[in-house]
């Protein structure tokens, strides 16, 4: 049985800044378009990959503080930069592979987001880039 | 251009930094990861402004 709990392992950098300690979920959606190309002769409708519109949602504590969440961030918001996540922190490896998207637009970034008696967090998500895995 | 880093979120401090394919470097500049090894030179004295002759009177 294959499982993968996550405590404390995985890495999240964004822009060459390393956020592990301010991440607490992450998730990256590969996905394609989906164009149909059943033709006459088809029994079943058929599809092959368009472009690539792939997304990765974050979830951060947020920070004020020096090189920390909102320093990175803030000056990210409305361009495109390079994000990294692994489930671990070990070396890059088959069973430790390293996501990448190169490109990819921060369209939104709440600056404060304020509960009283809470630790502040914040919602991103990072739209499009060009996706790759590396294995070693 | 050449960059130092002066914050452990991206590396060893005082090492070279080396922006990976679509690093926003001006982020990382404008907030205190790195610094710009390149010496801007301020000491240069701005030029003169240029006056204009004045029009030969008839």
């Known amino acids: ?136 | 251009m050449k960059y130092t880093i002066i914050s452990d979120k991206i590396g060893v401090v005082g090492e070279k930094f080396v922006p990976g394919e679509g690093i926003n470097i001006e982020a990382l500049l404008a907030h205190g990861f790195i610094v710009s090894d390149e010496i801007v030179n301020d000491t240069t004295a701005p030029k003169s402004a240029k006056t204009k002759a004045l029009p030969k009177k008839d």
């Open chain 1, 1 to 136: 049985m294959a499982t993968s709990t996550y405590l404390s392992n995985p890495t999240f950098t964004c822009n060459s800044v390393d956020l592990s300690d301010q991440c607490r979920s992450a998730t990256l959606s590969v996905k394609y378009d989906a164009l149909e190309s059943t033709a006459f002769g088809s029994t079943s409708r058929v599809y092959t990959a368009g472009l690539g519109d792939h997304e990765l949602n974050v979830t951060l504590l947020m920070s004020y503080s020096a090189t920390e969440t909102y320093a990175t961030l803030a000056a990210l918001v409305g361009t495109a930069t390079t994000v990294i996540l692994k489930p671990s922190s070990s070396a890059t490896s088959a069973t430790n592979p390293s996501f990448t998207l190169t490109g990819t637009f921060l369209e939104t970034l709440p600056v404060i987001d304020a509960k009283y008696g809470e630790l502040s967090e914040i919602d991103i998500t990072f739209k499009g880039g060009v996706y790759t895995v590396a294995t070693a």
